[in-house]
């Protein structure tokens, strides 16, 4: 595999970082490689800036423990629209039947604030399509790929040697290590044992 996706993580992470400068409550972004390839029809398909913002939207309303969403984290409400707005996305009148508020974009304000942000991420975008491109051409992704989702499916359970745990997608997690914030241990799916083994 080539050296992009450690590269776009990194972007993806500096990104993060320079929305926290305008928002210190913003948690720390643990594993900015999870975004890579992951896609939610009711936060955006392709990975942008924009899409980071939203993303940061829900991170800031985890923080202050408010509820941003139902229905599976399909519907995003007025609580996560009001945070929206804090972080300069604008959205449209009336919400969306199935996700609420979710449809939101950059305002003008924002724009000019991260246009540095943005450019750099960009740029990574475009590297790491390019490298990735090459690879689809003779590399089979699975009927995911050819519909158009993220391929990601179904997420498992990954734990860490402190406890805690993530629901994720294996491909993910085999992209990098997702490491946990409690004890610093990478996060992995445990061994299923057979139940015939007795």
Not at 40 to 66: M, P
Not at 112 to 139: F, G, N, V
């Amino acid at each position: 595999m080539s050296t992009t996706p450690p590269v776009l993580a990194a972007e993806l992470a500096q990104a993060w970082a320079d929305i926290q400068r305008y928002h210190p409550e913003l948690p720390d972004l643990a594993a900015p490689e999870s975004l890579i390839g992951e896609s939610s029809s009711a936060c955006g398909h392709e990975l942008s800036f924009e899409r980071l913002l939203h993303e940061a939207v829900h991170g800031i309303a985890a923080a202050r423990g408010v509820r941003d969403t139902s229905r599976a984290g399909r519907y995003h409400n007025r609580r996560f629209l009001a945070i929206a707005e804090e972080l300069g996305l604008d959205h449209p009148e009336e919400p969306h039947p199935s996700s609420g508020f979710s449809l939101v974009t950059l305002n003008p304000e924002a724009k000019r604030r991260y246009r540095p942000t943005i450019e750099r991420l960009q740029r990574a975008l475009k590297a790491h399509t390019a490298a990735t491109a090459a690879d689809t051409a003779r590399s089979f992704r699975g009927p995911a790929a050819r519909h158009g989702s993220s391929g990601g499916g179904v997420r498992v359970k990954a734990v860490c040697d402190c406890g805690r745990n993530v629901r994720v997608v294996p491909s993910v997690l085999a992209q990098a290590p997702i490491v946990c914030g409690g004890c610093g241990k990478p996060f992995r799916i445990p061994e299923v044992v057979g139940a015939a083994a007795s």
